[in-house]
């Protein structure tokens, strides 16, 4: 790294210094919570999906409003299983 701010990343890295330590401290805590986050999250969006008397259409005003349809289903994907809406919804989060 040929900046200022790039040698300054690299020397905290060697020295571990509190900066660098605090940055590996949050890295880690992200790594371990995230999975359960993501797992409560989709749950909870099942669950409110399967209470909406007609989830098709809040998806698209959802898709409107957020100004993307990239994530909004398809109304024969929404009509599937149970364990195929867990399926869709953690690949969502994933996308």
Known sequence: MGTKSGKKIIKQGLFKSKGYRQFNQYKEEYETKFPEFAKRFTNQLLEQIKADSSPNVTQQKFGEEVGSTDIILE???I???SQNWKTLMYLMIEF
């Open 75 to 77: 109304s024969s994907q």
């Open 79 to 81: 009509d599937q299983s």
